[in-house]
C-alpha cells in the first residue's frame, strides 16, 4: 500500500553567490599540495647560469655524486650567519599538478562568467566535439600535445596550501553565513522575500504567484553547481513584484515541493 508523501509546511529557497561555483579550485589546491608535499622534491634557488656536473668525488663522501655547480659571481640564498640555506621547500617534481591547476581555475573563470544557457550548452559541446575530432582527422593532436608539452608552471607546497586554504575558508563563511541570509520562504497561503544582507523581510500572498524555473547552463548548473539552477518568483496584482534567486541548489526538488505546497492549500481551501 502507497502512502502519499506529506507536503512540507515550510520550504526555504537560498540563493547562493557564484562563489559556490568554486569548490573545484580549492578541492584540486589541497590535493596539489598533498602531491608536492609527498613527493619526495625540493625546490633549491639558485643563480642563473647554474649547471649540473656528475661523477664528482667529493672529499666528505667519497663516492661520485651529481652536484650543482653555480657561477662564481653568483649568490645563493643564506642565513643570518652567512651560511648558505639548504633547500627545504616541498614542491612536485612534475610540472603537471601546477598545469592542472591553472587550467581548472581559468575553466572555472570562464563557466561562472559566461552563462550559456539551453541550447547553447549543446552548441557549445558540439562544437568542442567537432574540432576534437577534426584536429584528430587531420593527425594535429601530436604538434598540439607536444607545444602544450612545453609549458612549465610550478607551483610549491606552501603556495597551493595557502591559496586553498584561504579561499577554502572564505567559500565555507559565505555558504554557510553570508548566503543564508539572501532567500525566500513559502509557507501555505504566503512566502517571505529578502534579498539583501541585513534587510528586512517583506511577506507576499501566494495567490496568483507564478514560479519559474530557468533554463539550466550545463556547465555551470550540473558540472559545478552539482545540480543548482535559477529561479524567477512573480507576485500577482497591479503592483506585482519580480524576483530573481540564482544559484539555488537542488532547485528542480524545490521547485516540486512548492508546487505540491500550493496544490495542498488549493485543495484544503476548496
Known amino acids: 500500500m502507497s502512502t502519499a508523501s506529506v507536503p512540507k509546511n515550510e520550504i526555504r529557497i537560498i540563493s547562493h553567490s557564484t562563489l559556490f561555483y568554486w569548490w573545484p579550485v580549492w578541492a ?9 608535499l609527498f613527493s619526495g622534491q625540493l625546490m633549491a634557488t639558485v643563480p642563473s647560469g647554474s649547471t649540473f656536473r656528475e661523477n664528482i668525488v667529493l672529499d666528505d663522501v667519497g ?4 652536484v650543482l655547480v653555480i657561477p662564481e659571481s653568483g649568490k645563493i640564498p643564506r642565513d643570518d650567519n652567512g651560511k648558505p640555506i639548504d633547500p627545504r ?21 570562464t563557466i561562472t562568467n559566461v552563462p550559456l544557457r539551453g541550447l547553447w550548452s549543446v552548441i557549445v559541446i558540439t562544437f568542442i566535439v567537432s574540432i576534437t575530432i577534426i584536429l584528430a582527422i587531420l593527425g594535429k593532436w601530436d604538434d598540439i ?6 609549458l ?9 596550501l595557502v591559496l586553498s586554504g584561504v579561499l577554502f575558508v572564505i567559500w565555507l563563511v559565505v555558504f554557510l553565513l553570508f548566503d543564508k541570509q539572501i532567500y525566500i520562504v513559502f509557507t501555505p497561503g504566503q512566502f517571505r522575500v529578502r534579498l539583501e544582507i541585513g534587510d528586512a523581510e517583506t ?7 507564478t514560479i519559474q524555473k530557468q533554463r539550466s547552463d550545463l556547465f555551470r548548473h550540473w558540472i559545478l553547481g552539482l545540480g543548482s539552477g535559477d529561479l524567477i518568483v512573480k507576485t ?6 519580480h524576483f530573481d534567486l540564482p544559484n539555488v541548489l537542488f ?3 524545490k521547485v516540486k515541493e512548492i508546487e505540491e505546497m500550493l496544490r495542498s492549500r488549493q485543495v484544503v481551501a476548496g
Open 236 to 241: 500577482a496584482g497591479a503592483q506585482a513584484h
Open 203 to 209: 511577506a507576499y500572498d501566494t495567490t496568483g504567484m
Open 152 to 160: 612549465d608552471i610550478r607551483i610549491n607546497f606552501a603556495g597551493y
Open 145 to 150: 600535445l607536444a607545444r602544450f608539452g612545453q
Open 63 to 66: 663516492k661520485p655524486r651529481t
Open 89 to 109: 621547500v616541498h614542491i612536485s617534481g612534475s610540472k603537471n599538478p601546477g598545469v592542472l591547476f591553472c587550467v581548472v581555475i581559468l575553466l572555472v573563470v
Open 28 to 36: 584540486i589546491g589541497f590535493l596539489m599540495a598533498l602531491i608536492s
Open 251 to 253: 532547485l528542480g526538488r
